[in-house]
């Protein structure tokens, strides 16, 4: 069985793990880093932002918990889904 494992690193980089199990034997095959351009974030930041309402609904959370998790207030959430404020990258990857 493979496995395609994607991690966020610092800096805007991630690592692809390509990982096969056998038998109880994790086998790792190739790994690459890539890294994140400031285009491709702000269209990441969007697609997301755009879903927030939706995800958080079908996750049964309010934006109180939500905002927890991320480690802002629920004013500060509450500004990323009506757009009035931009998330940063690395609430991004939280």
């Known amino acids: 069985m ?13 690592v692809i793990l390509k990982i096969r199990l056998k038998k109880g034997e994790c086998i790792l ?6 890294q994140v351009g400031e285009q491709q974030r ?5 697609k997301l932002t755009d879903e927030l309402p939706v995800l958080r609904a079908k996750a049964g959370i ?28 690395n609430i991004y990857l939280a």
């Open 2 to 14: 493979r496995h395609d494992v994607k991690y966020y690193l610092p800096d805007d980089y991630y």
């Open 29 to 34: 095959k190739q790994s690459s880093v890539w």
């Open 42 to 46: 702000k269209e990441y930041i969007d």
């Open 62 to 89: 309010d934006q109180v918990e939500l905002a927890e998790i991320l480690g802002v207030t629920r004013q500060t959430y509450n500004a990323y889904e009506r757009k009035t404020r931009n998330m940063s990258w």
